[in-house]
Nanobody
């Protein structure tokens, strides 16, 4: 089964930026829609951003205008550029492929 590997999480001050990366070992990447989810302590996992096979993005209202999702099918990768981070963005961020395959998650902590 294909695997997803996330990276790029860390500790950042409010107002700062982080860029999350997700790569896959899947033989075919381009046919799958890709998404980023997040889960904060004590809360349900929520959809943050998604991108279609054709590259059309969609965002949760809470991150629209601050986060940007992108993909490169040749590199079998998807990214989440996160700007103007807020403490409420603190969560474990998960990459998802095709609605079924999950990465292991990467921690993002926004704190002064």
């Amino acid at each position: 089964q294909a695997q997803l590997v996330e990276s790029g999480g860390g500790l950042v001050q409010p107002g700062g930026s982080l860029r999350l990366s997700c790569t896959t070992s899947a033989i075919i990447f381009s046919i799958h829609p890709m998404s980023w989810f997040r889960q904060a302590p004590g809360k349900q996992r929520e959809l943050v951003a998604s991108i279609t096979t054709g590259g059309n993005p969609d965002y949760a209202e809470s991150v629209a205008g601050r986060f940007t999702i992108s993909r490169d099918n040749a590199k079998k990768s998807v990214w989440l550029q996160m700007n103007k981070l807020k403490p409420e963005d603190t969560a474990v961020y998960y990459c998802n492929m095709g609605g079924t395959i999950w990465g292991q998650g990467t921690q993002v902590t926004v704190s002064s």
